[in-house]
């Protein structure tokens, strides 16, 4: 039995590219970043979802709910597909932060770092890896819509690679770019990495 999980980072906001949002709760869509989930939404038109799960995060809730729509499924939050708790880092600018020496650690040495009062990207990685084998149990052979956060996604990528978590920087998760993870008893493959799907 194999489940396939769309692993989808939430479309664009305006605070995208220039602050580091975290777990702000007030973060919504742009026009754009709403086009971007309309359109993903025809992306999954006619395809057998059997359950579409968001981040607590408003920014992916609004990009998964169009999603839900198109396959008549409810969005089922789950914090373990949060965004990573980046602690005293939550709302600065990445001007600001990158005169901080913890932020330079943080990004050069990932699989060992953590951010100041918050996780570490090795118990993002389990929370996510934890959560996958969970919703693998409960539908198997299932294909499953996940919205969630560039690096809670690069974190499921690179442990089903068996890659260090150094090497985030190594793939690239763009705002509604859709990864698709086959997962079953055999073990895992990653059959396509931040598709993006045309106007």
């Given at each position: 039995m194999t489940t396939t999980f769309f692993l989808i980072r939430h479309a664009s906001h305006g605070?995208?590219?220039?602050?580091?949002?975290?777990?702000?709760l007030d973060v919504s869509l742009t026009p754009h970043g709403r086009d971007q989930a309309q359109r993903l939404?025809?992306?999954?038109s006619g395809e057998p979802v059997s359950a579409v799960q968001s981040s607590p995060q408003a920014r992916c809730?609004?990009?998964?709910?169009?999603?839900a729509e198109t396959v008549c499924r409810p969005v089922e939050l789950a914090d373990a597909v949060d965004e990573v708790d980046v602690g005293e880092w939550t709302g600065?600018?990445?001007?600001?932060?990158?005169?901080?020496p913890r932020w330079k650690s943080w990004n050069e040495a990932r699989a060992t770092s953590r951010a100041p009062g918050g996780e570490s990207m090795a118990e993002v990685q389990d929370r996510v890896v934890m959560h996958l084998d969970r919703v693998r149990a409960s539908h198997p052979d299932g294909q499953v819509v996940i919205v969630s956060h560039a690096d809670v996604i690069r974190a499921a990528?690179?442990?089903y690679l068996g890659v260090s978590l150094d090497a985030f920087h190594r793939i690239e998760i763009s705002p509604a770019g859709v990864s698709t993870l086959l997962v079953g008893n055999w073990g895992a493959k990653i059959f396509s990495l931040n598709e993006t799907v045309p106007a």
């Open positions: 605070l995208l590219g220039r602050v580091l949002t975290g777990r702000s939404a025809r992306r999954f809730h609004e990009t998964a709910a169009p999603i600065r600018d990445f001007e600001t932060l990158a005169a901080d990528v690179l442990y």
